[in-house]
């Protein structure tokens, strides 16, 4: 499969390296050449413009910081028509020290973006983990689960493809239609919290049923 992902920060970069395994990989930047030294690393992996992935990609990821991803998703917004997208981005002010979000409780920036792209089947996942465990989720012994939701049914049984044969998720946990995404969203209140208690990013969520 061909995957375009919109973004070229450290998210973006982990996720083309783990897909690059299986698929054809491309990831975008403003400027693409400031991203030789990635490249020569991984000649696998080909960095272009937003409109080019965009058009590239079968499937897309939005890997974009939440605070960016409106406005560079509605210049290339006729190129995702009837793609499935995976958004990972949360809504974070970095303006502020506490890290709010800029939208919640009644509406979620995955709702935003599903707004935003009509014709596009977003998919909101894998924002509720670092990196390095969206790819690997081994990298922790103990069980732990993520979070999908999305208005499609197809596209969400694309999407937890990706995450179960690509990158070894077990318990995926379907939370129903793109508002969903307000749930998932608001758990970087305590995700925050407990980096911060713990020390570093490498935890997660398991959901334990009786």
């Known amino acids: 499969m061909k995957i375009g992902i919109i973004g070229a920060g450290d998210v973006a970069k982990t996720l083309a390296v783990g897909l690059s395994k299986n698929h054809e990989v491309k990831i975008s930047s403003r400027n693409p050449d400031k991203n030789k030294e990635f490249m020569n690393l991984y000649p696998k992996v ?21 605070n960016v991803s409106l406005n560079v998703l509605e210049s290339i917004k006729s190129n995702l028509e ?13 303006s ?6 800029f939208v919640a409780n009644n509406d979620s920036l995955g709702e935003q973006i599903q707004r935003l792209l009509p014709n596009t089947y977003v998919v909101k996942a894998l924002n509720t983990v670092t990196a390095k465990l ?5 990298s922790i ?44 969203e608001q758990l970087m209140h305590i995700w925050l919290k407990l980096w911060g208690n713990i020390g570093h990013t490498m935890f997660n969520f ?3 049923v009786k």
Request: proline share 4%; net charge negative.
């Open 82 to 94: 009837n793609k499935v997208m995976i958004d990972l981005a949360n809504p974070l002010d970095f």
């Open 206 to 208: 398991h959901i334990e």
């Open 46 to 66: 080909e960095v272009a413009t937003f409109n080019e992935v965009s058009i590239y990609g079968e499937l897309i990821i939005n890997a974009l910081p939440g």
């Open 141 to 184: 012994k103990n069980p732990h689960d993520i979070f999908i939701c999305g208005n499609h049914k197809d596209a969400k049984k694309t999407v937890r493809m990706i995450l179960e044969d690509d990158f070894g998720w077990e318990t995926i946990h379907d939370l129903g239609d793109i508002q969903g995404s307000r749930a998932m």
């Open 96 to 101: 502020k020290d506490s890290f709010e979000l």
């Open 134 to 138: 969206m790819v690997n989720p081994s």
